[in-house]
């Protein structure tokens, strides 16, 4: 039996805000606070949670950052506006429209209205587009720490399997092409599965990585890998607790089980969560500095 090692996100977004302390001194030196416009439509309490903790991450760095609520039957053409304003307001370095939209807005045409260059999710298209040829200029955040975590724990992808199970334009879609990048801390040989896929057992039992983001509790279980696979769960799935709390969180992995299979893992909470918040301030921070370019 091996000992799974636990890749906390937590201890790591940590030291990633130490190593962009002198990034943000350095901007505000130059009266540059880094600055996020978040717009949440609806009452989706996931949602609210979200950009809640993004909030207080903000504040306790000193950053600004502003959420700009609207009701649920808040118009596309009022969104629209919106962004037209907060696309032209130099106030506003970073613009992230908090998904899923209620769902008679149409989500596509809100993420093209961002300016590219303030698109700090990386959802608009000429970003995916930079994204998939190479050359990104914004990472989506969930993705991005996805890497970070790997990089801090010294996994290499190269000549390795990686299965993706999931194809969001969030997470599953954007880590498959990243890591099968020819870059450093990628080149793996990525395999991306999804709700079509016949027998997903097939595919993992042969991943030297497997990441998952389905939005399934505990779905992967150790004897669907084997032995030394890294497991990165990206789930975060509101279970009733059954131990006299209402609910707790748990990821698309089953943690129990895999332990003593896999070498190492994401737990959750404390895993991949803290890692995109802390993307979320790198790209922003990032957007500070495109700013000065002009
Ligand atoms: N909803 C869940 N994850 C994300 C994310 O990374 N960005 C946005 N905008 N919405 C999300």
């Not at 696309?87 to 300016?115: A, R």
């Not at 990628?186 to 993992?204: A, R, Y």
């Amino acid at each position: 039996m091996i000992e799974t090692q636990v890749l906390s996100g937590k201890i790591i977004s940590q030291n990633i805000y130490d190593s962009l302390a002198l990034r943000i001194t350095t901007l505000k030196n130059n009266t540059i606070t880094p600055s996020l416009a978040v717009v949440l439509v609806g009452n989706n309490p996931a949602s609210a949670v979200y950009v809640r903790s993004k909030e207080k991450i903000f504040s306790h760095l000193k950053l600004h950052t502003k959420t700009f609520q609207l009701d649920q039957d808040t118009t596309e053409l009022e969104i629209l506006q919106l962004l037209d304003n907060l696309n032209n307001d130099q106030q506003y370095h970073g613009i992230l429209v908090q998904l899923p939209l209620p769902e008679h807005i149409d989500t596509q045409n809100i993420l093209c209205s961002i300016d590219p260059r303030k698109d700090v999710d990386g959802f608009h298209p000429e970003n995916v587009g930079l994204l998939s040829t190479g050359h990104p200029r914004y990472i989506p955040c969930t993705p991005k720490g996805i890497i970070k975590v790997l990089e801090y724990a010294n996994i290499s992808l190269h000549q390795k399997h990686v299965v993706v199970i999931g194809r969001s334009n969030i997470v599953g879609r954007p880590i498959s092409i990243l890591t099968s990048l020819k870059k450093e801390n990628s080149n793996g040989t990525t395999t991306l599965c999804h709700s079509g896929t016949l027998d997903i057992n097939n595919f993992t039992m042969h991943a030297d990585v497997v990441i998952a983001a389905i939005g399934q509790p505990k779905s992967i279980t150790g004897d669907m890998l084997k032995s030394g696979t890294v497991v990165i769960d990206v789930g975060i799935n509101k279970v009733h607790a059954g131990n006299g709390k209402s609910h707790k969180l748990v990821g698309d992995a089953d943690w129990d089980s895999i332990q003593g299979i896999a070498a190492a893992a994401t737990p959750v909470p404390g895993g991949i969560g803290p890692m995109t918040i802390a993307m979320l301030v790198e790209n922003t921070v990032e957007a500070a500095e495109y700013s000065q370019q002009g």
